[in-house]
């Protein structure tokens, strides 16, 4: 898959996206790559993972089947600016865009939640 680069989004701070197959990557206000193959277990039924930024926003995202990293918005923070979904067809993963001012993101495995009233 191609690389997205920040200076292709303007008036963004930060973008998220994956990789090749094994990574996931942020740049721009913050810049890292993460190896989310690594943080899970051997014997680990989950596919998907989380990843978190200082504005609130959390993120869903795994590798499916067609070799696309997918995205999927839990939470929506104050920067968070918008979710441009990959293509197979151009050889692109979901992007993630936010603007400026982001000051640190973490990724995991697992979380909670509080429960939803309805029933």
Same mark, same amino acid.
């Given at each position: 898959m191609n690389k997205p680069k920040v200076k292709d989004y303007t008036q963004s701070g930060l973008i998220v996206s994956g990789h090749s197959d094994d990574i996931i990557f942020v740049e721009?206000?913050? =810049?890292? #790559?993460?190896?989310?193959?690594?943080?899970?277990?051997?014997?680990s039924k989950c596919e998907c993972m989380h990843i978190a930024f200082s504005d609130g926003t959390l993120l869903r995202f795994c590798y499916d089947e067609d070799g696309v990293w997918r995205f999927t918005v839990q939470f929506r923070g104050a920067?968070?600016?918008?979710?441009?979904?990959?293509?197979? #067809?151009? =050889?692109? =993963?979901? +992007? +993630? +865009?936010?603007?400026?001012?982001?000051?640190w993101c973490i990724l995991g495995s697992m979380g909670t939640k509080i429960a939803s009233n309805k029933e």
């Open positions: 721009g206000d913050l =810049n890292a #790559e993460f190896y989310p193959g690594k943080l899970m277990l051997e014997d920067l968070f600016a918008e979710k441009i979904e990959g293509c197979i #067809e151009i =050889n692109t =993963n979901d +992007v +993630v +865009v936010f603007l400026p001012g982001i000051k």
